[in-house]
Structure formats: C-alpha cells, structure tokens
C-alpha cells in the first residue's frame, strides 16, 4: 500500500519568504509527526497530532513555525520569514495510533538561501 | 548533554566482520527503545527494537541495560549491503516523540 507522501520533495526559498510543507500520511493513521533534521545530525521532534488535535508542539523552534491537520489527515507545516538556519530535511511520520510504529515520509529538503 | 549519544562514526570494516554500535540515554523514565537505518538522502526505517531480554533478527542483535541506561548493536558477518547509518532511538512514553541520537555512520568495505 501507499506510505507516508510529502511534497514538494525540494524547496528552495529566498530569507524571508514563507513556505508551506505537505505530509499525506498512510491512510487511517491516527498520529502524526514532524521532524527536523539537519545535516549530519538525527532528526528532531517538532510537533505530534492525534486525528486533528495538536497534542505536543514543544519542539517548534520559534513562533514561526506552525502545523495544522484541520481534518486529521494531511498535515501542513509552515514556516513564516525563512531564516538560513531553518534549512534542513522536514520529515513526516504517521502511526497507526498512540505507541505504534512511526513510518516515515521521504521528507521535504529545504534550503533557504 | 544530549538526550541519547552515540558515537558518529564512521566505521570501516571489512565485509564479514562483526561490529558493535552503543548508544547512552539520559531520561530514566524513557519506555521503549529502537534502532532505526537511515540510508543516504533516504528516510529512517525501522531496524528493530530493543528489549531488556535482548532480541535477535538474522544478523543483528540489540540489546538494552536499563541500569545503566545503554543500547547496544552487533551486526555480524557485514555485507556491503549494511553501509548506512545506524540511528539510536528512544521513546518517552508519556509525549510518543522519538528522541533521535546523531547516528553513526557504517562502511562496509568490500
């Protein structure tokens, strides 16, 4: 079956642009999650959803950083006025539910220059 | 202090050989504990996760010492097939976020 999609795959955006960030998670996955992860370095939680509910949004690194799942499936992270330090690899992940494997996406390698 | 370190690496060995990865976490509270591969540009896959009782899948044996709050990794008889890096997870429970360490990073020469 389908995995958990992202799009785009690449973006590139000039310091001070927004960008919006698509996850498709696996079909009937009730958690969600994004992370962060920068070059050599292990991803980073940012934020989790359960269905439509932002249940822990203590990783987002500043008040830039927002991620919504209006209908508890596809999820959008955005991020207002890139800075250089916000470029890295932005990787979804879905589980079934609470305390179930986490499947990732391909994630979104962003670069703001 | 990170949250779970692991050595970055790399490692170069010789196809065949057996290799050991170790991993220290610093919140006792964490429940459940996992390897996970991340190949070149790819995305993070699940490997195994890590019971107190050790467990073994083909080649790859895990192993966690709550105690001391240590995971371990021993690949054996490397194929060239196992050059990734290796990521050192744990889950605190209480949020279901994954707590990654930096990775380390294997080179299996032929």
């Known amino acids: 079956g389908a995995g958990v999609s992202q799009s785009p795959r690449y973006k590139v955006a000039k310091r001070g642009q927004d960008v919006a960030l698509r996850c498709d998670p696996i079909?009937?996955?009730?958690?969600l999650f994004w992370y962060q992860q920068a070059l050599g370095q292990g991803p980073e939680f940012l934020t989790y959803f359960q269905n439509e509910a932002q249940l822990d949004k203590s990783g987002l690194p500043s008040d830039r950083f927002f991620a919504e799942r209006p209908e508890g499936s596809v999820s959008t992270l955005k991020i207002q006025r890139t800075q250089q330090e916000d470029s890295a690899v932005y990787l979804c992940?879905?589980?079934?539910?609470?305390?179930?494997?986490?499947?990732f996406g391909p994630g979104t390698r962003l670069t703001v220059t | 202090r990170k949250e779970v370190e692991q050595d970055p690496g790399p490692f170069n060995v010789p196809e065949g050989a057996t290799v050991a990865f170790n991993c220290t976490y610093s919140?006792?509270?964490?429940?459940?504990f996992f390897w996970y591969r991340q190949d070149c540009r790819k995305e993070p896959k699940l490997l195994m996760s890590?019971?107190?009782s050790g467990n073994e899948d083909g080649r790859f044996t895990a192993q966690l010492n709550r105690a001391s709050q240590y995971i371990s990794l021993l690949i054996r008889d490397s194929k060239l097939s196992d050059s990734a890096t290796y990521l050192c997870?744990?889950?605190?429970?209480?949020?279901?976020?994954?707590?990654f360490g930096t990775g380390t990073l294997l080179a299996v020469q032929p």
């Open positions: 890590v019971y107190s």
């Open positions: 992940a879905s589980s079934l539910d609470w305390g179930y494997e986490q499947y």
């Open positions: 919140n006792s509270a964490s429940q459940s």
């Open positions: 997870v744990v889950n605190e429970g209480a949020t279901n976020k994954l707590i």
């Open positions: 079909s009937g996955h009730v958690s």
